[in-house]
């Protein structure tokens, strides 16, 4: 098992920038897929960037792309989200997640095995 404590999220204007980092603590977390979701009132938990460990290849959901950049330092055990170009859409507890060692990455919240407790990110107009 490993632990999550995600940090980062605030209050920010419409357009601002915030960077969510993810720090990891427990298992190693270099041979697992680390993603991020998120979660808006009233909504079901959404997928919003994935990044594998094989090659650290990258993936987004369509409304993040071009705005948001995922990365993962395994000497820091710590997976970051660079959110740009923020919009008030983007309100939501946002919560990053750890795959199993060896599992690849998944757009689906039920392949991953660990998560975070969440940090909350409102955007306003």
């Known amino acids: 098992q490993v632990q999550l404590v995600e940090s980062g999220g605030g209050l920010v204007q419409a357009g601002r920038s915030l960077r969510l980092s993810c720090a990891a603590s427990?298992?190693?977390?270099?041979?697992?897929?680390m993603g991020w979701f998120r979660q808006a009132p009233g909504k079901d938990r959404e997928f919003v960037a994935a990044?594998?460990?094989?090659?650290?290849?990258?993936y987004y959901a369509d409304f993040v792309k071009g705005r948001f950049t995922i990365s993962r330092d395994n000497a820091k055990n710590t997976v970051y989200l660079q959110m740009d170009s923020l919009k008030p859409e983007d309100t939501a507890v946002y919560y990053c997640?750890?795959?199993?060692?060896?599992?690849?990455?998944?757009?689906?919240?039920?392949?991953?095995?660990?998560w975070g407790q969440g940090t909350q990110v409102t955007v306003s107009s």
């Open positions: 997640a750890a795959s199993n060692p060896g599992s690849y990455y998944s757009t689906r919240p039920y392949n991953y095995a660990d």
């Open positions: 427990g298992r190693t977390f270099s041979s697992s897929a």
């Open positions: 990044i594998d460990w094989r090659d650290s290849s990258t």
